[in-house]
């Protein structure tokens, strides 16, 4: 059995980060969770208010998906979950110098994401925060030793080159 990796899949808002996880997942046949599902009603409330979180009201959120990430290496089974990130603070909390915690960057223009937020309906998190989600954005670094991957293609192709980079067949 091949030692346990967790994947952060990280971007703004709208870049299709829960899609892509979840293929990733299911094509690799990890475990997975939408970080989304650990926010408090009260922080829901305020994204759909038009309102970003604070580095504080982001905390307990960010502990309790390093708590997960934790739970799955300690298991010794991999997984995959979806998560922001968007400032290196914030993935330093996920990650704690962890080699099996790797992040995945899903990287877009701001034209591209503010066109799919644009037609999306099912989401808290509405298209009038993307202006902040871009300027808290710090994109990792290659000491981070990150995934990144464009978005232009779609959520399967998305999937299946992050595979690919971390070494997984196409049939996989």
Not at 121 to 129: E, K, V
């Amino acid at each position: 059995m091949p030692d346990p990796t967790v994947l952060v899949v990280m971007g703004v808002s709208g870049s299709g980060k829960s899609t892509v996880a979840g293929l990733l997942a299911q094509r690799l046949g990890w475990a997975f969770v939408d970080g989304d599902d650990f926010h408090s009603p009260e922080h829901v409330a305020r994204m759909q208010g038009g309102r970003a979180l604070t580095d504080a009201e982001r905390r307990p959120w960010l502990v309790l998906v390093g708590a997960w990430i934790e739970a799955r290496l300690a298991a010794g089974t991999s997984g995959v979950i979806v998560c922001s990130a968007l400032r290196r603070s914030y993935r330093d909390v996920l990650v704690q110098g962890r080699p099996a915690v790797r992040i995945v960057y899903l990287e877009g223009s701001r034209a591209l994401i503010a066109d799919r937020l644009g037609r999306r309906r099912d989401h808290f998190m509405p298209a009038g925060l993307l202006d902040s989600q871009f300027a808290a954005l710090e994109p990792p670094g290659p000491e981070e030793r990150p995934i990144t991957v464009g978005i232009e293609d779609g959520p399967e192709a998305i999937a299946a080159a992050i595979a690919t980079r971390l070494g997984f067949s196409q049939d996989s």
